[in-house]
């Protein structure tokens, strides 16, 4: 009898182990999504470095992609082989729609359209690159398509900004998705010329993609917290009214802080910088300066 149950056991164990492999590769298989950020010029390469750095120190299992117009030059994607970040540089810049000067921040962004054509993966989480990640967020792939925030809205004095923020979202890739954009752009969106480089005017691809998903207001499924796209200017009153935090052990840590505006830390002079820190009311947008700056310094080329 002990003969005929050594020979189930080892039947039964010769089965499992000759079948884990499959069993590893059909039910663990890792998802084939990435975040992915874009630059348009040299200019935001101090961004992108930060941004890439943070996402690596906050343990994420997903790789990173940066893509590249034919504006970025080969000294920038030096430094990018340098410390490893993958690159690809897109076959053609989408032109803005409006008569919006080329030294305009708004002027390349409807190139991050691109994002939505990079079919090699099924899910991607969109980044600009002025974004410092302080947690990890790779719960972000749990969400459906067009998962984004309405940055700010929060804010009583911002309310109306009901509209969906594109510099962070979830998107899931298609050719034909990506080709119904292309054919639609400065025909459905609000667009206005000019607009001083601190305020722009319509004509952005937010501007774009509110107008191509016209019904992400009323979708509530797909406004994701705050946490995940916090300007960096409106910290301190987010701070005070409903005790968002950079504290890792708070009520309601931030993920990720977004600095937004023409003004971005890598380009502030000393006295901008100062202004920010001796004010009281700007204490926690004046430490997150100081954050990123000290990230900064650390991987600089």
Do not use: C
Request: overall charge neutral; cysteine-free.
């Amino acid at each position: 009898m002990w003969y005929i149950e050594s020979v189930y056991i080892l039947f039964i164990a010769s089965f499992y182990y000759s079948n884990f492999d499959f069993m590893v590769s059909k039910n663990y298989k890792k998802e084939n999504y990435a975040y992915i950020s874009i630059i348009t010029s040299d200019d935001y390469l101090p961004g992108l470095l930060v941004l890439h750095k943070t996402l690596i120190n906050t343990g994420t299992e997903y790789p990173f992609l940066v893509l590249l117009t034919s504006d970025v030059s080969t000294y920038t994607i030096s430094i990018l082989e340098k410390q490893n970040i993958q690159y690809k540089v897109i076959d053609s810049i989408i032109n803005n729609p409006t008569d919006v000067d080329k030294k305009h921040r708004w002027f390349s962004t409807y190139s991050k359209l691109h994002v939505f054509n990079q079919t090699q993966y099924d899910k991607i989480v969109y980044l600009d690159a002025d974004i410092l990640v302080l947690k990890n967020i790779d719960e972000l792939f749990k969400n459906p398509h067009m998962s984004a925030t309405n940055a700010s809205s929060m804010l009583p004095s911002k309310s109306s900004r009901t509209y969906l923020n594109s510099g962070i979202f979830v998107l899931e890739p298609s050719h034909e998705l990506f080709g119904d954009m292309i054919s639609k752009i400065g025909k459905i969106e609000k667009l206005e010329s000019n607009g001083s480089l601190d305020r722009p005017k319509y004509g952005s691809d937010q501007d774009f993609l509110n107008a191509f998903y016209s019904g992400w207001v009323n979708d509530k499924k797909l406004h994701l917290d705050h946490k995940y796209n916090i300007f960096h200017y409106y910290l301190d009153e987010y701070n005070s009214l409903f005790n968002y935090s950079i504290k890792s052990d708070s009520v309601r840590p931030i993920s990720i802080i977004h600095y937004a505006s023409y003004l971005k830390p890598w380009n502030m002079t000393k006295g901008e910088l100062n202004k920010i820190s001796l004010d009281p009311k700007r204490k926690l947008e004046s430490e997150v300066i100081q954050l990123w700056l000290s990230i900064y310094n650390e991987i600089k080329p």
